[in-house]
Nanobody
Framework: QVQLVESGGGLVQAGGSLRLSCAAS????????MGWFRQAPGKEREFVAA????????YYADSVKGRFAISRDNAKNTVYLQMNSPKPEDTAVYYC?????????????????????WGQGTQVTVSS
């Protein structure tokens, strides 16, 4: 069992920056690939970014590539999402998630069904 708690959400102006954190507790954090997903009102939850167990490989949705950066600190059991130059369309509840399944495939790491554990989410609102 892994417990995930997100923090760092809030209101940010378009073009600014924001860093989300996700603290994990429970089983060995480094055994899990980690992902960030988001859900806007009236929309399905969608993939944002993912990172391998060691942190050497990262994956991004096209909509955030070049603006967002995912990283992890296994010594602190924490994964981060640095949001640079956010846009109003990035407004959503952001969730972090953990999966013990890691194949290296983008198809797998972006698949919501592959993730076993989820945080409660943190709201990010980007004003224009």
């Amino acid at each position: 069992q892994v417990q995930l708690v997100e923090s760092g959400g809030g209101l940010v102006q378009a073009g600014g920056s924001l860093r989300l954190s996700c603290a994990a507790s429970g089983r060995a954090f480094s055994n899990y690939a980690m992902g960030w997903f988001r859900q806007a009102p009236g929309k399905e939850r969608e993939f944002v970014a993912a990172i391998s167990r060691s942190g050497t490989r990262t994956y991004y949705a096209d909509s955030v590539k070049g603006r967002f950066a995912i990283s992890r600190d296994n010594a602190k059991n924490t994964v981060y999402l640095q949001m640079n130059s956010p846009k109003p369309e990035d407004t959503a509840v952001y969730y972090c998630a953990a999966t013990p399944i890691y194949s290296g495939s983008y198809v797998d790491v972006s698949n919501i069904d592959k993730y076993w554990y989820w945080g409660q989410g943190t709201q990010v609102t980007v004003s224009s």
